[in-house]
């Protein structure tokens, strides 16, 4: 009941944001609306047998970053069949995809997205509340990502039915969330303008309330890092300081190197602290400087 609850939510919030436009302009009655949510309803309960194989099917494939071959094949073959247009290698992404279906002329584009990559070692069998591996040592869906696409896409086809009864003007876009884990897949996206003209997005993940919320997500960012060091090789357990034990000398070899990416994080947190007291100076929230800074270092991950 609860999953039902939330598949007619996102339904109802597409369904907001995609008829705000026609309401402004032919004055939807509360009465009106309120016809359009019990549409919503009953496509979300129509679907409930689709809901429940996606989820589980995903759940099957239990694909890594990157390689989620199986998972964008099967998703992407039930939007062709229900008359979305899909574009695939998306951003330079081989598993990346964008599914689009236009009702009309003009309207708002709304988008829903969400992760499709599992996590290494979470391989479990379903309906097991305890670790308990299908294949040990195998990757499997150990964050609930199986779930997300599945109520974007049902969400999506109740959305899609009441557009074309209702004859309300928009496009629905879906996407994936190409290896999430590695913290990789959107900035390619973004970077290739692939959310360009996108007026909302509603985005899912699984979550232990079955919650909502909307605005700007709690948490913290985060950025890949690739350091390149030039100098003698060395194996970091037999040499780890090198022939001369330089920083960054032609001697330098093995876990020496480090030190120059400490040096460079520990700047970088400098940075970020005081970048947190630009936008949220003490005096304004009634904080020291110090807990500013105790609070940035808590963000980086620097205290615990």
């Known amino acids: 009941m609860k999953m039902r609850r ?43 047998k689709l ?11 239990g694909e890594l970053a990157f390689q989620e071959t199986e998972t964008s094949a099967y998703i992407t073959s039930i939007l062709e069949k229900n008359g979305f247009k899909v574009e695939r290698g998306i951003a330079g992404l081989p598993t990346g995809w964008k599914a689009t279906w236009t009702n009309g002329t003009g309207g708002p584009v709304i988008a829903f997205g969400s992760d499709i990559d599992c996590i290494p070692k979470a391989s479990q069998k379903p309906g097991v509340p305890w ?15 199986n779930s997300g696409q599945a109520l974007n896409v049902v969400a999506a086809l109740a959305l899609k039915d009441i557009m074309v009864r209702e004859h309300i003007n928009g496009t629905l876009v879906l996407w994936p969330g190409v290896a999430e884990e590695l913290v990789a897949g959107k900035a390619y996206m973004v970077r290739d303008g692939v959310f360009n003209g996108i007026d909302a997005t ?43 034990g330089d920083i960054l000398g032609e001697g330098f070899a093995g876990g020496v190197p480090f030190d120059g990416v400490e040096v460079a994080v520990g700047v970088l947190v400098e940075l970020a602290e005081d970048l947190l007291l630009c936008l949220h100076p003490g005096a304004a929230h009634g904080t020291s400087a110090g807990s500013a800074r105790s609070a940035g270092r808590r963000v980086l991950g620097e205290e615990r």
């Open 6 to 48: 939330r598949l007619s939510g996102l339904a109802l919030a597409g369904l907001m944001a995609t008829t705000a436009t026609a309401a402004l302009a032919e004055g939807y009655s509360p009465a009106q609306i309120d016809a359009l949510k019990a549409q919503a309803v009953a496509g979300i309960e129509a679907r409930a």
């Open 51 to 61: 809901a429940q194989v996606m989820n589980d099917t995903i759940f099957s494939f």
């Open 131 to 145: 670790h308990d591996p299908i294949v040990a040592g195998a990757p499997g869906h150990g964050e609930g990502h």
């Open 202 to 244: 509603i985005f899912t993940h699984v979550d232990s309330t079955l919650g909502t919320s909307w605005g700007q997500p709690k948490g913290t960012g985060l950025v890949s890092v690739k350091y390149n060091f030039h100098g003698e090789a060395a194996h970091a357990a037999g040499a780890p300081a090198g022939p001369a």
